[in-house]
T-cell receptor
């Protein structure tokens, strides 16, 4: 069973669209959740942390659903520059310091 | 904004050779990590390092691998006797605190190609 799972996509959306990704995690004891953005052959860059109450940063909204064990990322008013792969990262205290990453969801925003 | 830096950006080596990948973590961060990403696959944990010792390692991090903090700024990953399947992007990361309480900040990676 995979620790973290994501739909690989690809998601192809027009500019201005709203798109949402989910990421499921297997360990109910997981405590810390993050979304990263990764451009082709580049390093993952932190997009946002995911807080229990949900949080928003501009066009991006992250939510946590502990009951169903998933986190989500919503992007509103998509821009061409949002095209990237979005990775979720999960940390579970009893697994120490390592973060488990999903395989990522590929997003292409089309003009 | 402070960042993690890695050198070299690309390393080509022959099978069986040793390579050393170098990283300078963010200066006030206490936890350091190496992750790798084989082309087209997910980012995988190799090792975490705190207080000058390994705090955790994955199954991938076998005797072929070692890490060191030779001075106050550098953090290195050594791969002895490289194999073809070691070809991947290797990312160094650091975090302010451990146990997942702060996010990882990644360096720009070293692309290792083993021929």
């Amino acid at each position: 069973r995979k620790e973290v799972e994501q739909d690989p996509g690809p998601f192809n959306v027009p500019e201005g669209a709203t798109v949402a990704f989910n990421c499921t995690y297997s360990n109910s004891a997981s405590q810390s959740f993050f979304w990263y953005r990764q451009d082709c052959r580049k390093e993952p860059k932190l997009l946002m942390s995911v807080y229990s109450s949900g949080n928003e940063d501009g066009r991006f909204t992250a939510q946590l659903n502990r009951a169903s064990q998933y986190i989500s990322l919503l992007i509103r008013d998509s821009k061409l520059s949002d095209s990237a792969t979005y990775l979720c990262a999960v940390n579970t205290p009893n697994t120490g310091n390592q973060f488990y990453f999903g395989t990522g969801t590929s997003l292409t925003v089309i003009p | 904004e402070p960042e993690v830096t890695q050198t070299p950006s690309h390393q080509v080596t022959q099978m069986g050779q040793e390579v050393i990948l170098r990283c300078v973590p963010i200066s006030n961060h206490l936890y350091f990590y190496w992750y790798r990403q084989i082309l087209g696959q997910k980012v995988e944990f190799l090792v975490s390092f705190y207080n000058n010792e390994i705090s955790e390692k994955s199954e991938i991090f076998d005797d072929q691998f070692s890490v060191e903090r030779p001075d106050g700024s550098n953090f290195t990953l050594k791969i002895r006797s490289t194999k073809l399947e070691d070809s991947a992007m290797y990312f160094c990361a650091s975090s302010e605190v451990g146990q997942g309480n702060s996010p990882l900040h990644f360096g720009n990676g070293t692309r290792l190609t083993v021929t």
